[in-house]
């Protein structure tokens, strides 16, 4: 598979956080490009492959993220739910694992690489799977004032009433 105008090719990992939902609209955009594509956060990635436990089968859930050609990860480490028990660690690094080289992986954080292996539940594991997300990967780092926060103090400042001119 080539890649084309600054897209990812499949051994490629790109991480970064993304204010406005953009990270859906590239999802779409690449699949329309004859890529396989899946995008989810870490969380809901998380719950489902644990729930696949209980029913025995997490060989066939694993693959719904290990299989599509680039799988975005929003929100990694939000809600420190892959921090919560090895487990989840674990099954997190499986994901990790077997998409490395392979595919590419696209994840939204807003935890600089250098605190990703501060996981006091399974520093191994954690260390690991950061060593595999860092390794070939295209790590952008955003800077600056939310643009959720900016939209708001734009509409804020359009909804409130002008206040008539000063008299003299």
């Known amino acids: 598979m080539n890649s084309f105008q600054g897209l990812p090719d499949r051994r490629t990992s790109l991480t970064g956080h993304t204010d406005e939902g953009n990270e859906i609209w590239i ?6 490009k004859l890529y396989t594509c899946r995008d989810t956060t ?10 696949s436990l ?15 050609e680039i799988l975005l990860i929003d929100e990694v ?8 028990s090895s487990r989840n660690a674990s099954l997190f690094f499986k994901v990790i694992d077997a998409r490395y080289c392979k595919s590419s992986t696209i994840m939204t954080t807003n935890i600089d690489v250098e605190e990703r292996g501060d996981n006091r539940c399974d520093p191994v594991s954690t260390t ?7 390794h070939h990967s295209i ?3 955003i800077d ?8 708001s103090r734009k509409l804020n400042r359009s909804s409130r009433p002008q206040e008539p001119p000063l008299e003299a």
């Open 144 to 151: 600056g004032p939310s643009y959720r926060m900016h939209e």
């Open 42 to 51: 870490a969380a809901a990635m998380l719950t489902d492959l644990y729930s």
């Open 139 to 141: 790590i952008i780092h």
């Open 128 to 134: 690991a799977m950061v060593d595999l997300m860092v």
């Open 54 to 68: 209980c029913d025995n089968t997490l060989e066939r859930k694993l693959k719904t993220y290990t299989r599509p």
């Open 77 to 84: 480490g939000f809600d420190r739910l892959e921090q919560e």
């Open 27 to 32: 999802i779409r955009s690449i699949s329309q």
